[in-house]
């Protein structure tokens, strides 16, 4: 755990160091759970955006994009029951008056379980050696099934209570288990209590006249509301899907692991509409498209697994997380649910306004199914972040810090380096650089000896190092180096574009 611990505190720091992510108004000692995205981070952030919006729209021929206000007519989040059921349960400790999730502090004591199991595992690994038979041992053996026994009935008990609003049932289930205040240890609870996440604000100069506005929790309601617009004017048939990626805001009570949990995050989110009947399946080929987007950026296969939900949201009838292994442990990165006609047909209502589509097969009239996909931007690109930061052991015995971000998202692709300060040298590398600029975002280093550029780049995620030396001015070839690894290629500069076109080609990557 504390070796966890110390890498999530790595990863923070990384990102602070080398201008990937600052606190927000960090000057006026911060805005807790607001984080701002530095010159680097915003590189990256948008290059796993494009990456998203490729795959998501360009890629399939009847899926539009949309990028829908953040402000919307307040009647929306009444109609899609954000104003009556947007909440989570807290539960204050009396003790240390600290305020928690309640949910959360029941699924951080499964996690504990969880710990649990993998220590089993990784004890029996050591002892059978080769032999270990992973799965088999998760089957048979009793210790493991005992654990997971515990913490299915657990989470299934957690589900239920929430889902029948039997709050007094969480607060027992967190006695009976005998959870503590996690920065005290007091079990001296309060009654679990709902608590709307949404954050108003108002629109109109003088307080008489204006009105009540909320920020939005999800983008979802902003395609909701266009549906007809887009079906019309893009003349799209069913089963068709919008698309769109933006900010949405939450007043989350236990915003804490860095930017996991953000009171302002961006989600990209898709909804995609189908004929009634027909949205099981349409949920099960998006879950599987989903976890294989993700899998493409080969940050390893074990990272992923589902999580099917018990408890379904008001308006869902099947829902799944696809959870990642961040430092600190599985957890949610995208939720895929199949949310029925229930916002279509609220929208309906609360407007007035015809919200179906005109079969021509047979002739009729209906509201169509939903199937939603939506990953938050900022948990990606944590996802992404900590995956990709490792400390290496080179051959020699000296150690670096790489970042090993998938290529094609790497904020800078190119860095070009004179190899001395004279003799044209720079001249030369600029000349790279004005080249090269037009198609990738590309840096110029002429700082300290090159070996100090080269970590500085592999900290940085760039994937490629070129250095322009005496030879590159008599025959025009320069050095390029692999940041993984680190191996280098003399090649002709007019050769430098094909090699990183060949390298972060969205074909090639999205095809894995
Ligand atoms: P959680 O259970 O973690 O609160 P959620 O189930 O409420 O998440 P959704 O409403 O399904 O989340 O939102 C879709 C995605 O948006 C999530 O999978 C997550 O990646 C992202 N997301 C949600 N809330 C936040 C947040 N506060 N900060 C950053 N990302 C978030």
Not at 53 to 63: C, D, G, P, T
Not at 187 to 204: E, P, R, S
Not at 373 to 400: C, H, M, N, W, Y
């Amino acid at each position: 755990m504390a070796k966890q611990e110390d890498l999530f505190k790595k990863v923070i720091s990384h990102a602070k160091e080398y201008g990937f992510i600052f606190q927000s108004s960090e000057i006026y000692d911060g805005l807790s759970a607001v984080y701002d995205y530095a010159q680097n981070g915003v590189e990256l952030k948008k290059n796993i955006r494009e990456y998203w919006w490729k795959a998501m729209v360009h890629m399939h021929e009847n899926i539009v994009g949309i990028d829908s206000a953040i402000f919307m007519h307040p009647t929306t989040w009444k109609a899609s029951g954000h104003v009556d059921a947007f909440s989570d349960p807290l539960i204050d400790n009396k003790d240390s008056k600290k305020r928690y999730r309640a949910d959360v502090l029941v699924e951080d004591y499964c996690l504990k379980i969880e710990k649990k199991i993998e220590k089993e595992i990784t004890k029996a690994q050591k002892r059978f050696g080769d032999a270990f038979d992973k799965s088999e041992f998760i089957k048979t053996n009793p210790r493991v099934l005992g654990y997971q026994e515990k913490i299915d009935t657990i989470l299934k008990r957690l589900g239920k209570s929430l889902e029948n609003e039997d709050l007094d049932d969480v607060k027992l289930l967190i006695e009976e288990l005998g959870i503590g205040c996690p920065l005290s240890g007091s079990k001296n609870w309060t009654d679990v209590k709902q608590f709307n996440l949404m954050f108003g604000t108002k629109l109109g100069a003088d307080a008489a006249s204006s009105t009540d506005l909320y920020l939005r929790p999800e983008t979802a309601q902003g395609i909701f509301v266009n549906f007809a617009n887009v079906q019309k004017t893009g003349r799209m048939k069913i089963p068709f899907g919008i698309a769109q990626t933006g900010k949405a805001f939450r007043n989350e009570i236990v915003a804490r692991q860095f930017i996991f949990r953000m009171r302002e995050f961006e989600q990209m989110e898709m909804q995609y509409f189908v004929k009634p009947g027909t949205e099981l399946e349409w949920y099960e080929k998006w879950k599987t498209n989903r976890l294989n987007w993700h899998k493409s950026l080969g940050l390893g296969e074990d990272k992923y697994r589902f999580h099917d939900h018990e408890k379904l949201a008001h308006y869902a009838n099947a829902a799944a997380d696809i959870e990642f292994k961040f430092p600190f442990g599985f957890k949610e990165l995208e939720g895929i649910h199949s949310r029925t006609n229930f916002d279509l047909k609220a929208h309906e209502k609360y407007s007035g306004k015809k919200l179906q589509f005109f079969d021509h097969e047979t002739n009729s009239n209906y509201i169509p199914y939903v199937v939603e996909t939506s990953v938050g931007l900022d948990r990606l690109f944590l996802a992404i972040f900590s995956t990709a930061l490792q400390d290496e052991t080179l051959k020699d015995g000296s150690t670096r810090t790489v970042l090993k971000i998938p290529s094609i998202l790497a904020p800078t692709k190119v860095a070009v380096f004179p190899l001395l300060k004279k003799d044209g040298l720079p001249e030369l590398a600029k000349k790279v650089i004005n080249e090269l600029k037009y198609d990738f975002n590309v840096t110029y280093d002429e700082k300290d000896a090159v070996g100090r550029r080269y970590r500085r780049q592999d900290a940085l995620g760039t994937p490629f190092c070129v250095t322009v030396d005496h030879q590159s001015l008599e025959d025009k070839t320069v050095t390029i180096r692999n940041r993984d690894t680190m191996e280098q290629e003399r090649i002709a500069i007019t050769d430098i574009a094909k090699i990183v076109n060949q390298e972060i080609s969205f074909k090639k990557w999205i095809s894995k």
